[in-house]
């Protein structure tokens, strides 16, 4: 994508002219494009429902998404996807509006699941797993109903590994977030393009383009969340040793069966020694 007005989305008019920033927008396109890749994820001309939340991860996922399609390189048709959940004081008007003035193909629709879910969790609770889960219905029903045959989340490199550890700390299982999956009525993908793009450059991404970044009151409100744990014990890591989040990625892509305790991985009673 050329940097002249005439020729690139208006989801890049305001791209700074910086050397950091375009080597910033050339990694994050790069590492959506080898995810996109390895991991199977096109499927030449169907539709991808691209969820935005109006946060920095998914305006991200919208401008990568846009500039391979602009490109040539991701064959498949894009509609951009907000859903209003209620949140008092959740700006309604801002999504629409930047869609509109993007000329991106959108859609927008209201349902309250945030009563719902602060009538069904307890006081003290996290309302993270019923938000998600009222949220993911929906989204699937839209994903229908709009001829899609994917739902694209905004999930970045530094949510998979938080998830990792909270599965190996809360859950007591080796297991992250996929960055492709099929739900569990068997027609729609689930992917995870940002899967390998790390949430610093996200932010700096969003912040750069100048998109109205919408906060999330609901989750940020609650204090003590284990997410918010993991994420202060990786920070901390990464402070002491520069680098440590890469390395726990890449040992997501280069595990060894033969190595870890799962005999429904490994055939442990079957391993012989040669005579």
């Not at 959940?85 to 349902?111: D, I, K, S, W």
Request: hydrophobic share 35%.
């Amino acid at each position: 994508m050329l940097d002249d007005h005439n020729d690139i989305h208006k989801l890049f008019h305001n791209a700074p002219q910086t050397t950091e920033f375009k080597k910033l927008r050339k990694r994050i396109i790069r590492e959506t494009r080898e995810a996109i890749e390895r991991y199977g994820m096109i499927e030449r001309g169907t539709r991808w429902l691209v969820c935005l939340s109006g946060g920095k991860d998914s305006y991200t996922l919208l401008a990568a998404l846009t500039e391979l399609q602009w490109r040539g390189v991701l064959p498949v048709e894009i509609v951009a996807c907000n859903l209003d959940q209620g949140q008092p004081g959740f700006p309604a008007t801002v999504l629409p509006e930047f869609l509109e003035e993007m000329g991106v193909p959108h859609r927008v629709e209201y349902q309250d699941t945030y009563s719902i879910v602060m009538d069904k969790v307890p006081q003290g609770r996290t309302y993270c797993a019923l938000c998600s889960r009222l949220r993911r219905g929906n989204l699937y029903r839209i994903a229908r109903e709009e001829g899609c045959s994917a739902v694209v989340l905004g999930h970045h490199r530094d949510d998979i590994l938080e998830t990792f550890f909270l599965n190996l700390f809360h859950g007591g299982k080796l297991a992250t977030m996929p960055p492709k999956l099929v739900n569990d009525e068997g027609d729609l993908f689930v992917y995870r393009p940002l899967a390998h793009v790390a949430e610093t450059d996200c932010e700096k991404f969003a912040n750069a383009l100048k998109y109205p970044i919408i906060p999330c009151d609901l989750c940020g409100s609650q204090d003590g969340l284990q997410r918010q744990q993991i994420k202060k014990m990786l920070d901390e890591w990464e402070t002491r040793s520069p680098g440590r989040r890469q390395k726990m990625f890449s040992a997501l892509m280069n595990t060894r069966p033969s190595h870890l305790l799962d005999p429904a991985l490994f055939d442990f009673p079957g391993l012989m020694r040669s005579e």
